[in-house]
């Protein structure tokens, strides 16, 4: 049974318990239930590695999912992944998780509630800085907001503040409205389109965990890319450009 109804917007409309002005709503406890069961299969998985060539099913899982946000991570950014996979990797697996699990009856996704999505999108924001100084230093980062006049200042503050609003109202908005669009489904034909519509929910969860993890990668490197293609080091010529430079019998044609 849908502890929501179709007149709720979000979860936090849903009061499970409250006592002398303290309330616990559906999005606290998903939310809580959510990164309990993470740290529980992480341990679980990680409990017993192998390094031999027989290694477990959630081993498998657990390599091929790591090894594609490495790639991910490295496509974008251009850099090495150890830095960024951590923040990213919990990012993805969150949402992806709080997006998946649409299919238990009861539950109510807590990506669909304004104040999660707008939390996750400000642990962006602030990530964005985060990795910019230690890449470039202070002064290296703030001079980004900055070029390539000082009349650009406002407008770069402006679309650091509203791209993190986007990233909020984005992941809200599509969970939120895909919720809302099964219900009203589900209550004109129950006998239709529950299959099809938890399919495509599913779906659609995981495009907007990869969607958002992507973007927060993004900007991330936005804000770390000045610095790396600054440092990159000059290819040197090729022994067979240098030998055709140096090549007397080209000088002397030129010569003659």
Do not use: C
Request: net charge positive.
């Amino acid at each position: 049974m849908d502890p929501m109804s179709l007149r709720d917007i979000s979860p936090d409309a849903v009061i499970l318990w409250e006592w002398r002005g303290l309330s616990l709503n559906a999005t606290i406890l998903f939310t809580w239930a959510i990164m309990a069961i993470l740290v529980f299969a992480s341990w679980l998985v990680t409990r017993n590695l192998s390094t031999g060539t027989k290694i477990s099913r959630w081993q498998n899982l657990l390599e091929t999912t790591v090894s594609t946000m490495r790639k991910q991570i490295r496509e974008i950014s251009q850099r090495e992944t150890d830095r960024y996979l951590p923040f990213i990797g919990t990012l993805f697996l969150f949402i992806a998780v709080s997006n998946l699990f649409t299919i238990i009856p009861g539950y109510v996704p807590p990506t669909g509630s304004l104040s999660t999505t707008a939390a996750l999108a400000i642990s962006v924001f602030v990530a964005v800085p985060f990795f910019g100084i230690a890449d470039q230093g202070l002064g290296g980062f703030l001079k980004r907001y900055v070029q390539p006049t000082y009349l650009m200042l406002p407008f770069n503050v402006v679309g650091e503040l509203s791209r993190t609003l986007a990233l909020a109202v984005r992941l809200f908005g599509n969970i939120m409205s895909g919720t809302k669009i099964i219900a009203i489904l589900l209550a004109i034909a129950p006998l239709i389109f529950p299959i099809f519509m938890h399919a495509l929910g599913l779906l659609t969860g995981l495009i907007q965990a990869y969607i958002f993890a992507v973007l927060a990668m993004v900007y991330i490197g936005s804000a770390t890319r000045a610095q790396h293609e600054k440092e990159a080091p000059v290819e040197p010529p090729s022994p067979g450009k240098e030998r055709a430079k140096n090549d007397p019998r080209k000088e002397n044609r030129k010569n003659g």
